[in-house]
């Protein structure tokens, strides 16, 4: 199995700026992609920002030119460096990787638990 452990949520002052992590651990085999989704209460989930093994990267486009997704190999580690932070970014942000497990011959989606990401005004 899989587990996805998050860390670097908290409270900031808009503007300011935090930098989230998610690492991967388990019997993995490989790991396709990585990425950071949020939701808001009373809003759906959305994707934040994407990592595909071949380095393409997508954003949502409320966080282009703001955040940065990127990912140690070694560590089976991703990545979330926000700045500019602004109060409509206030969401638990969740980590979800795309993982192959050692002995199976498919990919599964797995998910961190959460971290409260909190902008004050």
């Known amino acids: 199995q899989v587990q996805l452990v998050e860390s670097g949520g908290g409270l900031v002052q808009a503007g300011g700026s935090l930098r989230l992590s998610c690492a991967a651990s388990g019997n993995i085999f490989s790991i396709n992609a990585m990425g950071w989704y949020r939701q808001a209460p009373g809003k759906q989930r959305e994707l934040v920002a994407g990592?595909?093994?071949?380095?393409?990267?997508n954003y949502a486009d409320s966080v282009k030119g703001r955040f940065t997704i990127s990912r140690d190999n070694a560590k089976n580690t991703v990545y979330l460096q926000m700045n500019s932070l602004k109060p409509e970014d206030t969401a638990v942000y969740y980590c979800?990787?795309?993982?192959?497990?050692?002995?199976?011959?498919?990919?599964?989606?797995?998910w961190g638990q959460g971290t409260q990401v909190t902008v004050s005004s």
């Open positions: 990592l595909t093994s071949g380095g393409r990267t």
């Open positions: 979800n990787a795309e993982v192959t497990l050692i002995g199976l011959g498919y990919s599964h989606n797995y």
